[in-house]
């Protein structure tokens, strides 16, 4: 038994079908499809694989412990790019989404899930991987179009790899952190 998980943030769906709208242009005008293989997403802990059922409610209840957290607005705004690799959709950092991140990241990090983790560096994906020889043609095009969206945020998802895609598996709503059991203390 292997699965594959994947910790981010979904939009709401009006949100998704503005950008679904963005990613099958892309793809269409530019050839380029991988980004259509993947939910429209916020990743907040990259792809993991677990091999048994043990290391799979270890993983889960991690992620119940990080799910302690205040709602908070989210805001997509405009378009950015790493260069030659990946175009994307700028998501503004705000003290919710990094603190959920931290989270999720602390809770998991015991695990030992992965090797390092890289800086969070929050964004929605339009294009990657097979992007390449169409990234400058893809940046131009985009480079004065302007794209604001802004949406709630009380709970994060977890996405599993079934039969060749990404398929929602589970979500955790926030829960408040005042009632998160703290840890006993002789001094406290």
């Known amino acids: ?5 994947l910790v981010c943030i979904v939009p709401p769906v009006s949100i998704v079908e503005d950008i679904d709208e ?3 242009y892309i793809s269409e005008k530019f050839n380029v499809h991988e980004s259509l293989k993947r939910p429209a997403h916020i990743t907040l ?13 270890r993983f889960f209840k991690a992620l ?10 989210q805001v997509l705004k405009n378009f950015n790019s790493f260069p030659e690799h990946t175009f994307f959709l700028d998501v503004e950092k705000n003290e919710g989404i990094m603190n959920l991140e931290k989270q999720i990241s602390k809770q998991l990090q015991p695990l030992k899930l992965i090797e390092k983790k890289e800086k969070f560096n929050p ?6 991987r097979d992007i390449k020889p169409v990234f400058k043609q893809i940046t131009e095009a985009f480079k004065d179009r302007k794209f604001k969206r802004e949406f709630g945020v009380s709970s994060f998802s977890v996405y599993k790899h079934q039969d060749k895609r ?11 952190p005042d009632t998160k059991a703290k840890a006993l203390s002789l001094f406290g």
């Open 1 to 5: 038994m292997e699965n594959l998980f």
């Open 22 to 24: 963005i990613r099958t």
């Open 45 to 57: 802990y990259p792809p993991v694989k677990l091999s048994s059922l043990e290391a799979e409610n």
């Open 64 to 73: 119940e412990d990080a799910a302690f957290s205040t709602a908070f607005t």
């Open 123 to 128: 964004h929605l994906t339009l294009a990657f």
């Open 166 to 176: 990404w398929q929602p598996f589970k979500a955790f709503s926030f829960k408040n």
